[in-house]
T-cell receptor, first 114, second 112 residues
């Protein structure tokens, strides 16, 4: 596979469930990001990892917990979410951090919290 | 502070031109442009760095006015494939992180 992949593509969960989103990049990049995209809102940066270290935590509630075990994989662990957390969650990667190179996005996970 | 994009939406006929603007209240180092088609991931179009440069690729080009803290995306002789939501992402000066702040997007619909 090439580029940035995300699984699952769709997820429906109850507020008491625990689930994880997975992102994998095959581009040899050294920085990875989680974004949240809600309807009629701009892309919101959630977390940034560079060389497997978290370098940005954008005031995200603790019910979202990221994990970056290596430079190719990024996870977002979810627990006790709220209905307003329903959104498209996008993963992205880039090279040469910190810099301003283009970001490559995955297809996203469409999350619905019931 | 997120950048402001205008217009929010635009409908074109094939072959018509469009301009999408992106304004920031902060001094900018760079501006990124992305296009997202419905149900797909955002796709990178171009980056403009400080210095007022202008870039272009075929019929899509952009300019960056550092002093005005603005960037504009120009779509010439639009094609059906140009339809989608266009986002600008801005990076400000002195940022120690590679952090983009994205605008609210401009929905572009090109009709036959």
């Amino acid at each position: 596979e090439t580029g940035v992949t995300q699984t699952p593509r769709h997820l429906v969960m109850g507020m008491t469930n625990k689930k994880s989103l997975k992102c994998e990049q095959h581009l040899g990049h050294n920085a990875m990001y989680w974004y949240k995209q809600s309807a009629k809102k701009p892309l919101e940066l959630m977390f940034v990892y560079s060389l497997e270290e978290r370098v940005e935590n954008n005031s995200v509630p603790s019910r979202f917990s990221p994990e970056c075990p290596n430079s190719s994989h990024l996870f977002l662990h979810l627990h006790t979410l709220q209905p307003e957390d329903s959104a498209l969650y996008l993963c992205a990667s880039t090279s040469g951090y910190p810099s301003y190179n283009e970001q490559f996005f995955g297809p996203g996970t469409r999350l619905t919290v019931l | 502070q997120q950048p402001v994009q205008s217009p929010q939406a635009v409908i074109l006929r094939e072959g018509e031109d469009a301009v999408i603007n992106c304004s920031s209240s902060k001094a900018l180092y760079s501006v990124h442009w992305y296009r997202q088609k419905h149900g797909e991931a955002p796709v990178f179009l171009m980056i403009l760095l400080k210095g007022g440069e202008q870039k272009g690729h075929e019929k899509i080009s952009a300019s960056f006015n550092e002093k005005k803290q603005q960037s504009s995306l120009y779509l010439t002789a639009s094609q059906l494939s140009y339809s989608g939501t266009y986002f600008c992402g801005t990076a400000d000066y002195g940022g120690a992180t590679n952090k983009l702040i994205f605008g609210t997007g401009t929905l572009l619909a090109v009709q036959p």
